[in-house]
């Protein structure tokens, strides 16, 4: 299993840009296909990114494509998620986890960490 430790998160304008990263524990680390998720307030979590073990593909939600870009390091057992552009409407909890499979927008593991919040002003 793999549980993971988020941060980067923070307050910026529209238009502004961060970076998440996401330190993961587990032995198998390297073999997973990691994503990200979020989840903004009265909504449910939802998928925002995904990226292969080897980090040689990623795949997107329609509402980050473009603006947002996954990559990890796995010698440093770490993900990332680089948002530029941000739009309000990107507020939310930040989390990553594995992806259940290759294309699925899914989490693998039931087990969530405490996420990163990330808050989009206007």
């Known amino acids: 299993q793999v549980q993971a430790v988020e941060s980067g998160g923070g307050s910026v304008q529209a238009g502004g840009s961060l970076r998440l990263s996401c330190a993961a524990s587990?032995?198998?680390?390297?073999?997973?296909?990691m994503g990200w998720f979020r989840q903004a307030p009265g909504k449910e979590r939802e998928f925002v990114a995904a990226?292969?073990?080897?980090?040689?593909?990623?795949y997107y939600a329609d509402s980050v494509k473009g603006r947002f870009t996954a990559s990890r390091d796995n010698a440093r057992r770490a993900v990332y998620l680089q948002m530029n552009s941000l739009k309000p409407e990107d507020t939310a909890v930040y989390y990553c986890?594995?992806?259940?499979?290759?294309?699925?927008?899914?989490?693998?593991?039931?087990?969530w960490g405490q996420g990163t919040q990330v808050t989009v002003s206007s």
């Open positions: 986890n594995a992806v259940a499979s290759w294309g699925s927008v899914r989490a693998q593991f039931n087990y």
């Open positions: 587990g032995r198998t680390f390297s073999g997973y296909h």
């Open positions: 990226i292969s073990w080897k980090g040689e593909s990623t």
